[in-house]
């Protein structure tokens, strides 16, 4: 596999998504029970709104589309690094525990601790993904075996605890009822000041991707061809297992597991813009939130007043657009 | 992984002695996981509220023993064991065909959207239809068989190809998933907890008939995927070489998909969709006897051994009795990771 480089291709394609996704962000504070024209969405940025127009943006939609943006942003980046790192189509970033090390520790602190505020379970969340990654990362990331030592190890725990977890909930009815809300994902969860916690280790996150993608590209073309190209191959390795764990574990902390996008972005990037892990990741980066937010605001118009949670609408939006593109004569693997 | 070597002739290849000694570790790894498949089968017969003496199951088997020793032992028991034995080595054998012809560790039944399909036909059914359990089999079987199919639609076009059935496998799936998670949603709390159990999959009250229906409808499916082994081997070579070694690649790859859709729906009738034997049986398998390619025969036996370890320990170790398919996930994970472990020490 060759990695060609097609800079104007690139430049292009980064700029067309922002301005998609600037569009999404729109009407992600625009659209909803209660429509606002975007003059008004304006004036109620700018503090110059009535007190239910400052309500219904300040208070309900600006949370949750910065959720989305964070969350989208997130997942898209580390399913490219996922991989990118491990070569395989089917990698997402729950391969590496990140979603049942999040989900067991909900459903421990639901059922022994009785959390029943979404905002609640931010933390735990998190520390569950945290500390179920490092530990795939110890038993898989060392030793001989490479990336697929690392996806067995990470199916094989995440196995275990997801059986864990399914065990506590069938068992427990208040549990299992929280638990099947939270395993819908949604972007309503986490309030401002939690964002603003969480979002350092995504921008954490995302640098270090960014500054693995070089690292990456030789990977590509093997272990054997990176390291005689300088490339130091187990401080990538390392570095994509950090990145991917604050990237994911940040978004399924604020947003529940929302499975497809890490799965999905990185295809659909990838036969825009080629294998070019340097323009792979930005442009993940950037159209993960739109992915994230258009299924949002379908799912809040679709049976409206009623929601659709996010986490379900977001494989419906993407998958057939995945399949088409999977249907094409060019799509190939990695 | 089998490290490649170059030897003093220049020629590539595994380590000389491998083949010969391959084929014994082959044998020993399938002696001890048959030893071990025989102790399970003993224990699923003695275990249990009904105290049952080791020394008198060849009796109840031959056909003696009091009435209600024989209803206990070869009604309830047996036919219980020789579901868990025979679900799981259909798995075992399906999940070595799906990753052998996708060429991918994580292809299981989910990849061809088998178990979301079941699971999303039995949620309709029950939601819509019945919450009877042969109308839960019925429609967790058309569920998945008639997803198998829109996806091998989808994807085929020259052919079926590894990659595209992968790709639109996870789209398809991601969409029945979540249409499941938002049915459990819509429906009432305990509806959604009977459902989440019986789509764990479940041997808790399978009976003779069912059983051994499935089992032998299997039989064929199982012949002709041990035909399909050699062909498969060539296609290990690419598939231009295998061309022109004589196999025709699309045609062994469409019907080594089409048997492990078989095997599949046939353990799903008898015990739902029971979730990650068909992943993990064949990795475990090919770790343990270190070959190259998954082993089928293996597979099956240590199919067998995770979904009945596994049902042993959901009847009988917990404080309450959960669906097998819950702790076969646990069981098969954790073995998984233990073989995985013990491979780093024994390399470090």
Redesign the interface.
């Known amino acids: 596999m060759t990695v060609t480089t097609r800079p104007g291709r690139g430049i292009l394609s980064v700029g067309v998504v922002a301005a998609i996704l600037a569009v999404a962000v729109i009407a992600s504070l625009a659209l909803g029970a209660n429509p606002l024209a975007p003059p008004a969405v304006i004036d109620a940025l700018a503090g110059r709104g009535t007190r239910e127009t400052s309500f219904v943006v300040w208070d309900l939609r600006v949370p949750r589309t910065v959720v989305g943006l964070i969350a989208g942003a997130a997942l898209g980046a580390a399913g490219a690094l996922m991989q990118a790192f491990t070569r395989?189509?089917?990698?997402d970033p729950g391969?590496l525990g990140v979603g049942a090390g999040a989900a067991f520790a909900v459903a421990l602190g639901v059922s022994l601790f009785g959390l029943s505020d979404p905002g609640e379970v931010v933390w735990p969340a998190f520390a569950g993904a945290l500390l179920v990654t490092m530990a795939v990362s110890v038993?898989?990331a060392?030793?001989?075996?490479g990336p697929?030592?690392l996806?067995?190890?990470g199916?094989?725990?995440?196995?275990?605890?997801?059986?864990?977890t399914?065990?506590i909930?069938?068992?427990d009815?208040e549990a299992?009822?929280r638990m099947?809300?939270w395993?819908?994902g949604s972007l309503l969860g986490a309030g401002l000041d939690d964002l603003g916690a969480i979002a350092p280790f995504v921008a954490a996150g995302a640098v270090l991707a960014f500054a693995l993608a070089p690292g990456l590209n030789a990977m590509a073309l093997g272990d054997d061809v990176a390291r005689s190209q300088g490339v130091n191959v187990g401080r990538i390795r390392i570095g994509v297992i950090v990145a991917v764990t604050l990237l994911a574990g940040a978004a399924t902390a604020i947003a529940g597991p929302i499975?497809?996008v890490g799965?999905?972005i990185p295809?659909v990037v990838r036969w825009i813009v080629g294998p070019d892990q340097r323009a792979v990741l930005p442009l993940s980066l950037l159209a993960g939130p739109v992915v994230v937010l258009a299924a949002d605001i379908l799912g809040r118009v679709v049976i409206a007043p009623a929601e659709?949670?996010v986490?379900?609408?977001?494989?419906?939006v993407?998958?057939?657009l995945?399949?088409a593109l999977?249907?094409r004569?060019t799509?190939?693997?990695l | 992984m089998v490290a490649t070597v170059v030897d003093r002739a220049g020629r590539v290849g595994r380590p000389a002695r491998s083949v010969a000694a391959g084929r014994r570790r082959v044998l020993a790894v399938g002696v001890a996981a048959s030893v071990v498949l025989v102790v399970l089968v003993t224990l699923g017969l003695i275990l249990g509220d009904f105290p049952v003496p080791l020394e008198r199951i060849p009796t109840i088997l031959a056909g003696g023993g009091e009435g209600i020793e024989h209803t206990v032992v070869v009604d309830w028991r047996l036919t219980r064991v020789i579901a868990a034995v025979g679900v799981g080595a259909l798995l075992g054998i399906a999940g070595a065909l799906f990753q052998t012809v996708t060429r991918n560790p994580l292809a299981s039944p989910d990849i061809l959207g088998l178990s979301s399909g079941a699971f999303s036909g039995m949620l309709l059914t029950l939601v819509l239809v019945s919450a009877s359990w042969q109308a839960l089999v019925a429609g967790s079987l058309v569920g998945g068989l008639v997803t198998a199919l829109v996806i091998q639609m989808l994807a085929s076009r020259d052919g079926l190809q590894g990659f595209r059935i992968v790709v639109v496998g996870i789209g398809v799936s991601a969409m029945l998933a979540s249409l499941n998670t938002w049915l459990l949603l819509q429906v009432e709390l305990e509806t959604a907890m009977f459902a989440s159990a019986w789509g764990a999959g479940s041997l808790n009250g399978v009976s003779a008939g069912p059983v051994t229906g499935a089992l032998v409808a299997a039989v064929p499916i199982v012949v002709g995927a041990f035909c399909l082994v050699p062909r498969m081997r060539q296609l290990e070579l690419g598939d231009d070489l295998a061309a022109a070694t004589g196999a025709r690649p699309h045609a062994v790859r469409a019907l080594a998909l089409l048997a492990g859709v078989g095997l599949v729906s046939a353990a799903t009738t008898v015990a739902g969709p029971v979730a990650f034997v068909a992943l993990a049986a064949p990795q475990i398998a090919r770790r343990l006897a270190r070959t190259p390619s998954l082993p089928l025969g293996l597979s099956a036996l240590l199919g067998a051994a995770v979904l009945l370890a596994s049902d042993l320990v959901a009847q009988h170790a917990l404080p309450a009795p959960l669906p097998v398919g819950v702790v076969t996930v646990s069981v098969g994970g954790l073995y998984l990771l233990s073989v995985i472990v013990l491979e780093l020490r024994r390399r470090a």
């Not at chain 1, 395989?88 to 990698?91: D, K």
């Not at chain 1, 060392?142 to 075996?145: A, E, F, H, L, N």
């Not at chain 1, 199916?155 to 864990?164: N, T, Y």
């Open positions: 395989n189509p089917l990698a391969l038993i898989g060392s030793g001989p075996g697929v030592r996806i067995l190890a199916v094989a725990l995440g196995a275990v605890l997801s059986g864990i399914t065990a909930t069938l068992t009815p299992f009822d099947r809300g395993n819908a499975s497809f799965l999905m295809h659709v949670p986490g379900v609408v977001v494989a419906f993407g998958a057939p995945l399949i999977a249907r004569r799509a190939r693997a």
